[in-house]
């Protein structure tokens, strides 16, 4: 699949752990003073900040693709089009669907009913961006238009 990269914005990141390239990472709490620190993310639907652009050993400074489109690696066959998280391995996925659940709360009131509005916090899943190609597999390199 595509090997392009025409991002807009990349930031740099120290690794806390190994990243691999492709992958989905998220920021956690400083290992350097002053440094953004960045891990692969590990569980499905995390809040992500970019995609690694290369690989990166534990404590070694390396780039993300931030804003822009990107290769990504697909843990699954996923549609041209796709709204896609990352799994639990860093890698691409398409996104589940955002659910909300009907009759669970009775609106007693007539001025609250069907305002159909949520505010407030994260979604349960954190959805990186859109999927420029198709991946037929696990494995496969797909690139991937981030808008966060």
């Known amino acids: ?3 392009q990269s025409r991002t807009v914005l990349d930031i740099s990141v120290v690794a806390s752990g190994a990243i691999a390239y492709g992958r989905c990472v998220g920021l956690v709490a400083p290992t350097v003073s002053g440094a953004l620190t960045g891990a692969q993310a590990t569980v499905a639907g995390q809040k992500v900040i970019g ?7 534990s404590g070694a400074f390396t780039e993300l693709a931030v804003l822009g489109a990107t290769p990504c690696e697909a843990g699954g066959a996923i549609p041209v089009g796709s709204r896609v998280q ?27 009913n069907g305002a159909g509005s949520i505010a407030g ?28």
């Open 1 to 3: 699949m595509s090997q």
């Open 51 to 57: 995609v690694a652009r290369r690989d990166a050993a």
């Open 86 to 112: 990352c799994d639990a391995t860093g890698r691409v996925i398409v996104a589940t669907a955002l659910t909300v659940a009907t009759g669970a709360t009775a609106v007693t009131s007539a001025a609250a």
């Open 121 to 148: 916090g994260d979604p349960p899943v954190f959805v990186i961006g859109t999927a420029l190609q198709a991946a037929s597999a696990a494995g496969d390199f797909i690139e991937v238009l981030i808008v966060p």
